[in-house]
């Protein structure tokens, strides 16, 4: 599988530029879009689904034109939309039922057996028999997942899949990902929460404001805000000049003040101490100080 997309534009009617001059080629695995909101991930998201036609760009899935061939593109797609809901009053079992049969599993002993592993994968086997609408909102989300790839897509896109969950299952829902992440498959996951790239996207792109300003991979991102992570127990007044100083990642209370993180290109004579980044320290400084100098 490989998805090239290549000088993608896309303005609205009323004018707003969303995406400009989107360069970019996906291939197997875990892709991640990561990008603060009004970024134009969504934008991004519905044309790459076939929701949405770009203004102007060329786009290939698995060799289709996305503008062409968008048909057989939506044969290989599966998507979770970030707002999800179900309209139904069908249990958890038949609304997997009703996906796998929409997505062109004709024989009903296959569509048992699939809508059986999902709701296994998933962890909503015990709950099968409950209402979809009455789950809740971490199992929804789980279903969603599911009904998103009984159908076996070639390309899943997943859109702010972790928003409004709680942190237990925020962790399940991304092990889920990882787990049905495959040979011969791309998935791509867009998020504004640095957390959901950081456990299990192998590359990952940044958008910020409609315009690219990083691809590559998590680890290579990091490397580029290495010496530019820092800590330091600070107080009072001194606290605050660093506050408005610089973007401070963390602050944790001590006994006699502030533990602080930040990030910063030259703290001048301000004693503190490198310490090694995170993905969200390189996401911060690449976003205070890199990305719009791209
Ligand atoms: P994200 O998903 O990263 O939050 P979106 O793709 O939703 O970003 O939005 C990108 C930009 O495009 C934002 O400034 C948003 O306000 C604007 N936008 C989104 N949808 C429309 C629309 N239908 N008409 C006009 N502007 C839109």
Redesign the pocket.
Known sequence: MKISIQGLN?V????????NDINLEIEDGMFGLL????????????ILVTLMMPTTGKVQINGYDLLKERKEIREILGYLP?DFRFFTKLKTWEFLDYAARLAGIKSKKVRTDKVDLWLEKVGLFDVRERNASKLSGGMKRRLGIAQALIGDPKMLVV??PTTGLDPEERIRFRNILSDISQNETIIIL?T?IVGDISSICQSMTL?D??FLSFTGSPEELINKSRDHVWQINTSGTDYDILKNKFPVISTIPTDSGWEVQFVADDIGDIKANKIEPTLEHAYVYFMEYLSNKN
């Open positions: 896309k609205y009617d009323n004018g707003k530029h969303a995406l990008g603060p909101n009004g970024a134009g991930k969504s934008t991004l998201m519905r970030q859109d702010e867009s504004h958008l404001n409609g």
